[in-house]
Each structure stands twice: as structure tokens, then as C-alpha cells.
């Protein structure tokens, strides 16, 4: 998303150089089942310590595994190979304290789980800390105006969502936006454009297929346009914060 290459701004030096012995060869090997799915190696970056893969998707070595297992597909509106498995319920988003300081982040975080919920899927959100909760995810922040999350695995979400303090002077709908993004990550999303980043951040180019190719999920566009999903790969600062028919479409399809 817009103004997220901050977020891999690699602490290890160049690659992996210089990071511990065990976290180097986890990171190798998620690399390298991430070249082996298909995806290019410009579009994998490690930053923090971490490997992420489209600007702003954390990749877990179990993840990176699941990607290369028979049968697996990689489809979204486009989604990942990996969704949230059907014990799952009830998602609770836990803000942590630093986040819920922010006013425009907490008001976002608010919005956004009210754009899961007014779906009627099978999953449904609640801001935490509350009861009922059968996967969590942590709200926290970063620096920066982006954000980043993951991808679900052993079919539970990602357990963490970062959202940069910087969206905090931006109106309460792009914080919503954003969030909501990030949220879409968690659960298997990934971008819209991801064959060509260029449509909605002006640059950029293909993330990769993740081996089968990029499989369109039945009643959404073929292609992608500036502005036409929550789950392109960059945002503006006009964002309403809403669902496009074809997010509610892949959303409904999928949950």
C-alpha cells in the first residue's frame, strides 16, 4: 500500500547477513519455498527479522510451507492458498494500549470490523478483549502511513495486524481502509493488482502467481482498477473506507 516501503527496511543488512543462526536458516528456507511457489524473488524483502512478500504480507515458515503442498491453489479476489478453516467463528482484534492512544487507528479499527460483520459471513469480528473469541489477532502499531499483516495458516488467521501511527492524520475513512486491508491479509487476501502494482500505486510490477497461478474467484472483475477494490495493493488519501461489489462478492464467495 502507498508510503509502505518503510516497513522493509531490512535490519539485517542485505538479505539475511548478520541475523542469528537459527532465524537465518528459517528465513532461508521460507525464501526458498516461496521462489519454489512461484513467487519472484524482487517481490521477497526480509525486514525486522521477518519475510514479507507484496510490500506488506509477513509470510511464517509454516505458511511458506502449506503454499507447496498438493492441490493447493493460489486464488483470491485473488486470494492465498491458505483460508481461515471452519472451526473458526468468532475473530477477536485486540488493540494494544499504544494503538487504542491513537484516535483516528481506534476509530478505523472500529469501522473496519464493521464492514466484516455487516457481510453476514461465517466468521464474524469483535474488538477485544471479549468472550466467545475462537482466533485472535493483535492491533498494534508501526511507523510510517502503511500497514502489514500476514497470511492464515494451519487454518487459523494471521495473529497480527501493524498499522503505522503517521494514518493517524488522515481521516478516520482511510484508516478504515487500511485496516481493513490488513484484516483482509489475515484471512487470505491478497492484492487485487497484484499482477501489476502499477495500477493503483503508479509503479511496480507482477508479485507472482505462487506457482498455479492466480485463480479469479467466480462474479469479480477479471482485472483490476484504481480505486476498485479495499485490496489493492496502494491507497489514497480519498479512500471511503468501504467494500466494492466485488469485495463483498470474493468475501461472500469464500466465507
Known sequence: MFKRAAVLVASCGALLSGCGTDLQTENEEIISNLIEAGFPAHDIMVADDAVYV????HVT????????????????????TNLVGTSVTKICVNPTSTFNSYTRLSQG???AIANYNGLGLRITMARGPTTGCTANITAQTMSGTGGSAGFPSGGRPYGTI?????LNTYSVDVNEHVITHELGHAVGFRHSDYYNRAISCGSGGNEGTAGVGAILIPGTP??????GSVMNSCFSSTETG???SSDR?????LY
Open 54 to 57: 507484496g510490500l506488506d504480507a
Open 61 to 80: 515458515l509454516e505458511a511458506s510451507q502449506e503454499m507447496l503442498q498438493p492441490g493447493k491453489e493460489s486464488l483470491e479476489q485473488y486470494r492465498t
Open 109 to 111: 479499527l472500529d469501522a
Open 162 to 166: 501493524n498499522i503505522g501511527t503517521g
Open 222 to 227: 477479471s482485472t483490476a482498477t484504481k480505486g
Open 242 to 244: 468501504e467494500w466494492t
Open 249 to 253: 462478492t470474493a468475501l461472500n464467495y
